[in-house]
């Protein structure tokens, strides 16, 4: 009795000690922003952003500049939001509106004109209508992943096409996020749109006539229904990255394999917010984001490619992680135009 | 005048937080969908609940939520009376253990429950993967401990005498149950329910992946129409049916709540032994925590595996930022920013609970002002039933000017997370304090006593109990709060469960084990707090 009660107080006392409010953190606020020399940049993204603490403090001391990230949601969640507040933004450059929502904060008005020279190779990333505002950093492709390990024990040859998947010899084997709650997931619809045109509602009916699995979100589909998900998944076939093939090595060999043919491309772009209080420091940042370092640490620290050709990724991706080379694509003004007539029929076929 | 003046005064606090952190962003989000093109447009609006989609959208919303209330009250009223009333050994384990679904993460759940119910899983067989059942146990899953910790806090401060005397007079276990011990437990009861019902209905990430992408709630569609494809015109309109909805609900909560009598002892009622009549109960408390404990133990055990072999691997990847850097700082600091995060957001909650249960709860002299206080208790339950979607993006587009120019302050964060507690603690206390019979404020004033002390000789000891229920109960809610946490956190300072989503949402066995193995250390911390605070004393006060 008397262990537990020392144990409670002085777990109240580590708790009282260090409350939010009672913290050391010297933290910056609003007010603070707009300093002249370098200053502090505040960089608005999502979730997934993340570069190894190093290379930003080096950026630091380098540049001078104070940069705060604030990162919050999803690609989506951070699309609306930087239109929602575009008149009076919450920081002063974004990162992680992707080619699929470039559109909308486009037509908006969000982002202010700047174009740095691109490394290369990035060029070809870059959008038709909008080039002068949004930089590409880093590419990555959704892709259908198959378990190989998988298919060699069960003797049968993966699929290779999009066709494939609707072929009864593939019956009940693949599983995919929805396109309505995962972004991966409406990636995928994307590039069954990209390859059927109007028709793709007729190959959906017949995907899922065969047996096709429609989950919440990718980690639904890759860790609760993929056979190599390491839980107890019974489908082999599933919706995920180019990249993911590197990493399910084991001895030297990868248990998956991305189907080149199936590819959506997603390209995140950076840009500097209109009406921040820091454009300078601002479009400092998007040169370093370009960087060779940054440009060679997104594969580790964001399961991304890098838009830059001159730099290497690991050894691992080298070997394992192949980019399609023609991944299918729809225009981002045709994907703002229609997003929501696509995800309605998507939705009554799927729910029906 | 003089009671007016402190009515004012006890609600002006509360209503100023809630006001500014809750009316406000709400509102002018919801604006923002009515002035759709810059016009002032409501026939869009009203044009949006006319979409048959709306319709069946909301009523899967009401009708999953109902039912996983109605599950819930049933299941865990035998399991209060079972942990709070009977001398079982362990009963404060399994307490503190109950709270643990609380602070997981939708996400790990999700994942969790589908190993269990999926086609490859022990209850594959079952087919319920992707149903509306799956929804309902899921929901059950995570609100049977509000039931089971505001009942049984309340059950405990019950005055044992009634009950006594009533048997002495003859009247069954049955009888003594209907006619004495559930009217007065019905405030807490109904209280619970209300939560639990608001908690469900609002529930984003455990409808989505557990009903697939079949089935959308009022929820689950706003955060679509937000986020996806910006129809805030539509956004708005589901926002305002969902807080219609919310009202009528608190409305009937209201009525079925109001107290008969005075019936909260001064002191704890002890713990009595097992009689063979219990056996029923305690059945159903072992069903409740074998279907609390299946998912988590698949949990546990997955976090113990790595390289197809039991291992602390995944533990030891925690201290350190991951082989694939796919965290910016460890685990542990993550959990250092939710304990203290978790600190501010109870103590402000506490604050803010215990005002407007006092004031919810002083007797009324006239009908006006019964009305004046039954509007505040309502009002402060809003939080819970409003999209957190909505919520977030007006935080963003109404905090900007001075002098809450708030948008970037590290404070946001565990206000955020109290305005979420907030209900559970009024609701805790207000069954007890309600319970205290007036009489004995009236015999400590006429002796003397300052309203302080008072409060400090009569409200107190009663109140002690649920307040720890209370205190340990918005200390889990912010630990495992996502939703609006994951909208407001920063990137330098994220808390567990934003870790957790980040592991989650990538390929490689090594984040899926770091991911569980987390989620297990985020549930032992909550448990291990749970029995401390349980075994918070203070001798002084309960002893007359």
């Known amino acids: 009795m008397l262990r537990i009660s020392a144990l409670s107080t002085a777990l109240l006392l580590a708790l009282t000690g260090c409350s939010t409010i009672g913290g050391d953190d010297p933290e910056p606020t609003a007010s603070d922003s707009g300093r002249e020399v370098g200053g502090q940049v505040v960089l608005v993204t999502h979730d997934s952003f993340n570069l190894p603490k190093k290379l930003v403090r080096s950026f630091e001391q380098e540049s001078g500049i104070d940069l705060v990230t604030r990162a919050a949601g999803d690609a989506g969640t951070l699309t609306a939001k930087l239109s929602l507040t575009k008149d009076d933004p919450t920081g002063d450059l974004a990162f992680g509106v992707d080619n699929t929502f470039a559109s909308r904060p486009l037509d908006e008005g969000v982002f202010a004109a700047y174009a740095p020279t691109l490394p290369t190779g990035a060029e070809q990333y870059a959008l038709d209508e909008g080039a002068g505002e949004l930089t590409p950093i880093d590419v990555g492709n959704v892709c259908v992943n198959v378990d190989t390990t998988w298919f060699d024990d069960e003797g049968i040859t993966p699929p290779q096409t999009l066709d494939d998947l609707a072929d009864p010899t593939y019956r009940d084997l693949f599983v995919t996020p929805g396109a309505s709650t995962s972004s991966p997931g409406m990636a995928f619809l994307l590039a069954t749109i990209a390859e059927y045109g109007d028709e793709w509602p007729s190959y959906w009916q017949d995907l899922l006539a065969n047996g096709t699995k429609v989950v919440d979100g990718w980690e639904d589909a890759y860790y609760g229904d993929f056979t190599q998900g390491g839980g107890k998944g019974t489908r082999p076939i599933v919706v995920s990255y180019d990249s993911s093939p590197a990493f399910t090595v084991k001895d030297g060999a990868s248990s998956t394999a991305a189907l080149l043919d199936t590819c959506f491309r997603q390209v995140e772009y950076a840009g500097v917010l209109s009406g921040a209080a820091n454009p300078a420091g601002a479009e400092k940042v998007i040169d370093w984001l370009l960087s060779d370092e940054v440009q060679a640490a997104l594969p580790t620290a964001m399961y991304v490619f890098p838009v830059s050709a001159a730099v290497e990724v690991p050894a691992d991706w080298a070997e394992f992680a192949v980019q399609p080379t023609e991944p299918l694509s729809v225009s981002p003004a045709d994907i703002a135009a229609n997003r929501e007539q696509w995800l309605s029929e998507w939705t009554d076929l799927v729910t029906r | ?544």
């Open chain 2, 1 to 544: 005048m003089r009671r007016w003046l402190t009515l004012a005064l006890l609600a002006a606090g509360p209503v100023l937080v809630v006001g500014v952190f809750f009316v406000l962003p709400v509102s002018g989000m919801v604006s923002r969908g009515f002035f759709a093109d810059g016009a002032f447009d409501p026939g869009g609006v009203l044009e949006v609940l006319t979409r048959p989609r709306v319709a069946r959208v909301a009523w899967f919303t009401v009708w999953s939520a109902a039912v996983a209330t109605a599950v819930a009250v049933v299941l865990g009223l035998p399991a209060a009376f079972v942990l709070h009333r009977l001398a079982l050994p362990g009963r404060r384990i399994v307490r503190a253990a109950l709270l643990v679904p609380f602070v997981l993460p939708t996400v790990v759940v999700g994942v969790a429950f589908r190993l269990l119910l999926g086609e490859g899983g022990p209850l594959g067989f079952l087919g319920l993967d992707g149903t509306p059942v799956a929804i309902v146990a899921g929901l059950v899953f995570f609100n049977v401990a509000v039931v089971v910790r505001a009942v049984g806090a309340a059950w405990e401060s019950l005055d044992t005498r009634p009950a006594e005397a009533a048997a002495a007079l003859g009247a069954a276990p049955a009888q003594v149950w209907w006619t004495v011990t559930l009217p007065a437990l019905r405030p807490a009861i109904v209280g619970a329910a209300s939560v639990v019902f608001l908690f469900c209905a609002t529930a984003f990430g455990i409808v989505l992946t557990l009903g697939g992408v079949h089935y959308a709630t009022i929820e689950t569609e706003i955060y679509l129409l937000t986020t996806t494809l910006f129809d805030l015109q539509a956004a708005a309109a589901l926002s305002v049916l969902q807080i219609v909805v919310v009202v009528v609900l608190l409305g009937l909560a209201a009525r079925l709540r109001s107290t008969p009598d005075a019936t909260a002892g001064r002191t704890t009622a002890r713990p009595r032994r097992v009689r063979s009549g219990d056996l029923p109960a305690i059945a159903v408390t072992v069903l409740v925590l074998v279907a609390v404990a299946a998912p988590i133990a698949t949990l546990v055990v997955g976090s113990f595996r790595a390289d197809d072999a039991w291992s602390l691997a995944n533990y030891r990847a925690l201290t350190g930022v991951g082989s694939n850097q796919a965290l910016l700082a460890p685990v542990t600091d993550a959990l250092v920013t939710s304990l203290r995060t978790a600190v501010d957001a109870t103590w402000m909650a506490l604050l803010m609970g215990l005002s407007v249960a006092v004031l919810v709860t002083r007797r009324s002299q006239t009908r006006t002002e019964r009305r004046a206080r039954g509007l505040l208790d309502g009002f402060f339950m809003l939080p819970l039933g409003v999209s957190a979607v909505t919520l977030g993006f007006g935080f963003l587009i109404t905090l900007d000017q001075p002098p809450v120019d708030l948008r970037s302050s590290p404070l946001l964060v565990p206000i955020a997370q109290a305005l979420v507690a907030l209900p559970l603690v009024v609701r805790t206390l207000v069954p007890v304090l309600a319970g205290v019979d007036d009489r004995q404020r009236q015999a400590a004033a006429s002796l003397g006593a300052s309203p302080f002390r008072a409060m400090l000789t009569v409200d107190l000891p009663a109140a002690w109990k649920p307040l720890l229920a209370a205190s340990g109960f918005a200390f889990a809610a912010s630990l495992g709060e996502f939703g609006a946490t994951s909208f407001l956190a920063r990137d330098e300072h994220p808390t567990v469960p934003v870790v957790i989503f980040r592991l989650i949402g990538h390929p490689g066995e090594l984040n899926y084990g770091m991911a569980l193995a987390a989620s297990v250390v985020l549930a032992t911390a909550t448990a291990v707090v749970m029995l401390a605070v349980e075994r918070l004393r203070v001798p002084s006060v309960g002893a007359f």
